[in-house]
Structures are given as C-alpha cells and as structure tokens.
C-alpha cells in the first residue's frame, strides 16, 4: 500500500487532534504546522509508527517572521523522509520571540545534531535537552543572531540601493 | 554546565589531567587543521591522542562562512546563483541548474526536454569531476600522487567544456531562469565527444593502479566504516550513504530533469568503509558516462531555452529594436518579476548527497528565505564518532574519502 498525504494527515488527526493544524500542499510537499510544546513526541511517532516510518530527517532550519504575532515569530522547519514508500513531508514549529524554544530531536536523528546547533547559532532558538548547544558557524564570543531579520546585512548609510527610488516600500524590497 | 560546552581544549585538558592521576598515561591534543594539507579545505579538528589512537575529537567549522542565506535574502534570484557556486566547487554546475530548478518550480516553469537533457550532460559531467577529485585525492593521501596528476588532466578538459558553455571554468554561473544563456557551440559538442572517447581508457587506468593495490586496499578496508544505520541517524546521502548498502539516490527516488529517461544503475557498496566510497565513486563515474552518451543520443530537437520572458533576458538586437524586449529587459534587470507566493524543497543529487534548497518567497523580489542542505555539514558531525579509537592515519584517509569540501560546510 502506497503512503499518500491523505493517509497520512488521517493518521495524524487520529492521534494528535488539534496539535496539528494547517495542512496542506505545497509543490506536492505535505506541510502542516504543530504545537512547539509537542514537536518531540509527534516527530518521534512520526518515525516510529510503522505505517509512516519517517527514517530521514533530511533538514532542519529556522525561519524568522517579525510580522506575524508575538507567539509566532519563530518557526523551526522539519524536512522529513519516508525512504520506503519516497514520500516527504514538511512539519512547522512556531515558537514566541521572547524566548524560542522547542524540545531537540537529537536523540531520533542524530543528523539533527548540527543543524539545531546551527539555527541556535543564526537564530537564537533554544533547543532543550539539546546535547551541546552553541555556536557552530560564528565565532562564540558573537551576541547578535545574524539571520534574524532586523539584523543588517550591508552598511546602512549605502545610498545607491535605496529602495524609495524605484517605486517600491520599504517592505516590498 | 555540561562539558561539551566547553572549548574543546579545555574539556580535553580535564581529561588529560585525570588521566594522568588515574594511571599515569600522558594523552595530547593534536590540532588536525584549519591549515593543513590533508584536511583539502578550511576545517579544524582538536583530537584527543593517547599515542597514534583518536581518544575523542571535536571539529571546529565556519572558517569561511560567508552568510550565504543571509545575501541571498538581500539579493534577486538570478543574482543568487553565483553564490551557489561557491558550495561545492568542485561541482558547481550542479549547484547551479538545482538553483535554476528550485526557482523554476516556485515559479511554475515547464522546461524543454532539450534543456533538461543538456543539464544532465553538464551535471554528469560536474559529477565526474567531482569524482576524479575525491577519488585521486585519496590516492594522494595514501601516497600515490601519479593517478592524482593523472586523471587531473581530464578534470582539466571538463573545465574546457564548461567554459565553452558558459565562459568560466570554476565558479560558472551557469545557465539562467529556464535555460541556458546562449546555445551550446560545435566546440563544446566535440570537446565532449573527445572527453567520452579518451576517458574510458584513463580512467581504467586509474582504477586498476589503485583498486587492486595491496598498499591501497590495506589503508582503506575497514577504515572509517560505517554501518547503514549510522549512516542514515546521521543524515548521510550520495556516494558516501550509498558505500553503505543503501541504495538512495534522488536522481532515481525524486527524479528530475527527466533523469527517469535514462538507464543506469545506482552502485552500492557493503561496509562503508573508505575502500567502499571509493569504489562508489568510482562506479558512478561510469554510470555518469552512461547517462551522458544516453542524453547524446536522444537529444531532442528544441530551443536551448524556455520561452518565458519574463524570467529571460531577450537577445541584446531586440532590446535595441523592440519594444516588449525593453520592457522584459528592464524589468528583469530591476528584478520587477512575477513572483508567487509560496514555499519550494527541491533537492538534486550533488556530487556528495543530496543538495537541497529550501526557498520561501512572499512575491517581493528577494527570497524572504533560502536555505541550503548541504550534504557535507550534515554528514561530516559524524567524523568524530567514525575515527574515535581508530589510528590518525586512519583518520587522514576518513577525511579524504568523505569528500567534504569546506565550501559547502560553511556556506
């Protein structure tokens, strides 16, 4: 029996009801969105279930969304794989911008290792039960969280590239 | 404070001092990098050493982090491309064309078949330079530098090819949004015909000085094995996965640019030790020149490009000329293209696993987010565990045989 999202998305409202909300396709991906305080349990069932058997946790990163609600501002995003039946779904975790946290994955992929280490290091996300949670690409004495969007990239006195002059809003560049 | 927090000289320095009292053995720490010859790229490795013996190791990473992501957030989509190049180097056409797909799928693009089949020629031929590098580099580590000269000369005629493609040779920005920047000139087809007719021959060659070489096999059998689960809890994909036992290849489970009409096989090895990655790759050198003929001689007819002007640039006559071709133009080069809003993985097989980009655009005309799976910096965590116990010179051949390009590591 092949594995499709519908099967999927059943299983998962079967188990975790209102954990998981917002599903849906994007570029044939399976995307839904779960509670930040159970990513570590509904992953775990997603690679232990026999029937869903995510193996691969292909990739992990933060996004950072400053507009969206103080709750929300963070999300973690998940990749994972089901190598058998070659299906791939994709789990969002929002998190408040106070102090972002979600529990870590390590312990079920140990592939996660490196790429929580590292969106703690560009986002300043907390991984709890994490095994050695700091830096990994900057320098460890760094206090700022480069990727975050108000975080300036390029000098801002730079004038030549100001946006007002080709028509658009600040917020449309 | 858990120990691991620490730098990893001062946690090693701990250790050294209870071992000393325990019984008397004196450990050191051995710095393996940021510089060193056998490291092939920017990366530290403190080791902790009892004699010739890895005890425990930490690898230090970021030397040449150059916050791709975070340009790339600052920069429109054909812009980005020259960044993809910098990732894994020694292939960057195939960094290149899985930009170009990622874009084109956000966006919607239906590609000619003749695009796709020209990108598959240029990534097989990206892959075996790949190959011809990680491959020679081993012999290399393990005291044969012929083969390395050797085979470097025909990394040398790819580098030709694709600077009859697209003008450059290392980093080659090849290719735009739906296509290739201009056809491929009668120079380019015979210097691919002529790499097809010469190669076999050589690298034959190569593998029969190393494959079979006792000195050869005793340094590489059994050295930095790796068992099928390790590798998949530690995320590894592409030759270094597929050594192995596990036959996963994106090329084959997700295919793209119409890999599904050619034939080949996915060589798998059984210990994943350094002599089974070696011999991967060496087997998917011969595959890559399998598709390679394959996509020569179904080479359908077509454009060299998708007609979608939005997203290419017209011909710089019709700029002058016409009026549509100054608007596409202008808008293009001022980024005002259509951008939907949505979110895209898509993954191709790099010359080391699986490349992923994951885009989010929100219409503007900068991704609001890019993220790169570089295979490298997902499977390299491993190291530490793989050589713990094992012998530097053990070591030294992992690191090689692992093909990690410090490029794509930092990003």
Redesign the interface.
């Known amino acids: 029996m092949s594995l499709d999202n519908q099967t999927i998305q059943k299983k998962l409202v079967d188990t975790f009801g209102l954990d998981i909300i917002e599903y849906h396709e994007s570029h044939d991906i399976l995307t839904f969105e779960i509670n930040s305080k159970k990513n570590h349990e509904i992953i775990k069932f997603l690679k232990e279930n026999k029937d869903l058997n995510f193996n691969f946790l292909t990739d992990v990163c933060g996004v950072h969304f400053p507009d969206y609600e103080k709750e929300r501002q963070f999300a973690v995003v998940y990749h994972l794989h089901n190598w058998f039946q070659n299906v791939r779904i994709r789990i969002k975790c929002f998190t408040n911008a106070e102090n972002p946290n979600v529990d870590s994955v390590v312990d079920l992929y140990k592939s996660a290792n490196w790429q929580e280490r590292e969106t703690y290091d560009f986002y300043g996300i907390k991984f709890n039960n994490h095994p050695q949670l700091k830096r990994i690409l900057n320098m460890d004495e760094m206090e700022s969280f480069p990727l975050r969007k108000e975080f300036p990239m390029e000098d801002q006195g730079r004038t030549d590239k100001d946006d007002r002059f080709f028509g658009r809003i600040s917020n449309n560049c | 404070m858990?120990d691991?927090?620490l730098?990893p000289e001062n946690r090693f320095q701990k250790q050294i001092e209870e071992r000393l009292k325990k019984d008397g053995v004196e450990l050191s720490v051995l710095n393996l990098g940021p510089t060193h010859p056998a490291t092939h790229g920017i990366f530290q490795n403190i080791l902790l050493m009892d004699g010739e013996t890895i005890l425990d190791g930490e690898g230090t990473?970021?030397y040449i982090?150059r916050?791709f992501?975070?340009?790339a957030?600052?920069r429109p989509f054909y812009q980005i491309n020259v960044l993809t190049d910098r990732l894994n180097y020694c292939s960057s056409p195939i960094n290149n064309t899985g930009w170009w797909m990622t874009v084109e799928?956000?966006l919607g693009i239906e590609i000619p078949k003749r695009v796709q089949y020209l990108r598959v020629i240029i990534m097989e031929l990206a892959r075996i330079a790949d190959h011809i590098i990680c491959s020679s580099v081993m012999g290399v580590d393990t005291g044969a530098l012929t083969g390395f000269l050797y085979v470097m000369q025909y990394r040398e005629k790819i580098y030709e090819i694709y600077e009859e493609i697209c003008g450059a040779r290392l980093t080659t920005n090849m290719g735009r949004i739906g296509g290739f920047e201009r056809e491929w000139s009668e120079t380019a087809w015979r210097k691919i015909d002529e790499f097809l007719n010469e190669f076999p021959a050589v690298w034959t060659e190569f593998e029969n000085m190393l494959s079979r070489n006792r000195i050869f096999m005793d340094r590489t059998i059994g050295a930095g094995a790796v068992p099928a689960e390790?590798a998949?809890?530690?995320?590894f994909t592409g030759p270094n996965l597929r050594a192995a036992g596990?036959d996963?290849d994106v090329r084959v489970?997700?295919p793209y640019c119409s890999y599904e009409d050619f034939e080949f096989d996915v060589p798998v090895g059984q210990n994943g030790d350094c002599y089974d990655r070696f011999c991967v790759r060496n087997a998917e050198v011969w595959e890559s020149m399998k598709i390679i003929r394959q996509a020569i001689a179904k080479m359908p007819e077509g454009p060299y490009h998708a007609d979608v002007p939005e997203y290419y640039l017209p011909p710089k006559e019709d700029v002058y000329q016409n009026m549509e071709a100054l608007i596409y133009h202008f808008k293009i080069v001022?980024g005002e293209i259509p951008v939907p809003n949505?979110?895209?993985?898509h993954?191709v097989e790099g010359g080391n696993g699986?490349l992923?980009f994951?885009l989010?655009t929100n219409g503007?005309?900068?991704p609001?987010?890019l993220?790169f799976?570089r295979p490298c910096?997902?499977?390299?965590?491993?190291f530490n565990e793989i050589v713990k116990g094992r012998s530097l010179s053990d070591a030294i051949i992992t690191l090689s045989s692992m093909n990690v390009i410090a490029g794509e590591l930092?990003?």
């Open positions: 858990s691991l927090l730098t990473v970021g982090h916050a992501e975070k340009i957030e600052n799928k956000a390790m998949m809890s530690y995320g596990i996963y489970a997700q001022m949505t979110e895209v993985y993954a699986e992923g994951y989010i503007s005309r900068v609001y987010r993220h799976r910096f997902i499977y390299y965590q491993a930092d990003c």
